[in-house]
Nanobody
Framework: QVQLVESGGGLVQAGGSLRLSCAAS????????MGWFRQAPGKEREFVAA????????VSADSVKGRFTISREYAKNTVYLQMNSLKPEDTAVYYC?????????????????WGQGTQVTVSS
């Protein structure tokens, strides 16, 4: 089993940047494919980006392509989401998730473990 803790959220102006971190404890995160999701008030949780267990493959939502980058640092058991050119519509609680599989996936139901979330607010 793995425990996930997100950090790095906050308030930023439109056009700014943030880097979210997801620190894993318990079973090492290198055993899992990892993903980032977000949920805005009144909306369903949506896929943002994911990375394979090996780190060799990533996938991201069309809404964030070219702006957000997912990466992982095995030595620190941490996954990152670099968010650039932020827009007000990026405002949401961002969740990190782990999937006990090799490949990245885009559906929330495909993930086995979740963090508690970190708030990102982008002002216009």
């Amino acid at each position: 089993q793995v425990q996930l803790v997100e950090s790095g959220g906050g308030l930023v102006q439109a056009g700014g940047s943030l880097r979210l971190s997801c620190a894993a404890s318990g079973r090492t995160s290198s055993n899992y494919a990892m993903g980032w999701f977000r949920q805005a008030p009144g909306k369903e949780r949506e896929f943002v980006a994911a990375i394979s267990r090996s780190g060799g493959s990533t996938v991201s939502a069309d809404s964030v392509k070219g702006r957000f980058t997912i990466s992982r640092e095995y030595a620190k058991n941490t996954v990152y989401l670099q968010m650039n050119s932020l827009k007000p519509e990026d405002t949401a609680v961002y969740y990190c998730a782990a999937r006990d599989a090799r490949n990245a996936a885009t559906g929330p139901s495909q993930y086995d473990y979740w963090g508690q979330g970190t708030q990102v607010t982008v002002s216009s």
